[in-house]
């Protein structure tokens, strides 16, 4: 599915380091979402956005932001990044119900 | 809040036996969704069920939504490596700011031995 992309694939950084996740889409939806997975856990959400100036909470939102900045594009912050936001980084995106997911970043906090 | 909880966490077979995973809301679903996420890989949309009591199959594959509608299975029969994952189910939020939401299951890691 290269018609959603994610930036870096991994990253390994450093606890208490800004850190930035990219997501690209070509589908033209206008629902993105972010994830993350833990094994065991399943995928949580964390952010999503149903349009340019929709932003809402997921349900493990503490620690990250994210920014919409158009349609295509949707960014995952973590302000400060602690080890136990090490972990496994879904973008997705849909147009209705169906989810269609990027490639991933594997992220790592020292 | 909802809650979608999947069953069994972890299978391993031998290749060729069948594999069951089973997937419970604590909420009725308008839908049910199925996606399997390979070794190294990100999840891939398999299918949605939406009637009460609806089967669908795809190949080896046989997905069932419960007649409650709360509740839904995927069977393979004669698995492959080709087989091996993790199989999650997912279930929408209903209605209001919620809509456009899923909850997945912790999934079924399904390992296959050759």
């Known amino acids: 599915d290269a018609d959603v992309t994610q930036t870096p694939r991994n990253r390994i950084t450093k606890t208490g380091k800004r850190i930035m996740l990219e997501c690209s889409q070509t589908k033209g939806h206008d629902r993105m979402y972010w994830y993350r997975q833990d094994p065991g856990l399943g995928l949580r959400l964390i952010y999503y956005?149903?349009?340019?100036?929709?932003?809402n909470k997921g349900e493990i939102s503490d620690g990250y932001s994210v920014s919409r900045q158009a349609q295509a594009k949707f960014s995952l912050s973590l302000e400060s990044a602690i080890p136990n936001q090490t972990a496994l980084y879904f973008c997705?995106?849909?147009?209705?119900?169906?989810?269609?997911f990027g490639p991933g970043t594997r992220l790592t906090v020292l | 809040g909802q809650q979608v909880m999947q069953i069994p966490q972890y299978q391993h077979v031998q290749e060729g036996e069948d594999f069951t995973t089973y997937c419970n809301s604590s909420t009725t679903l308008s839908n049910i969704q199925w996606y399997k996420q390979r070794p190294g890989g990100h999840p891939v949309f398999l299918i949605q069920?939406?009637?009460?009591?609806e089967v669908k199959k795809q190949k080896r594959l046989t997905f069932q939504f419960g007649e409650a509608k709360k509740n839904s299975s995927l069977h393979i029969t004669a698995t492959q490596t080709t087989d091996v994952g993790t199989y999650f189910c997912a279930g929408p939020h209903a209605g209001g700011t919620s809509y456009g939401k899923l909850t997945f299951g912790q999934g079924t890691i399904l390992t296959v031995h050759p």
């Open positions: 997705a995106t849909s147009k209705t119900n169906t989810q269609y």
């Open positions: 956005s149903f349009d340019v100036k929709d932003i």
């Open positions: 069920l939406v009637k009460s009591g």
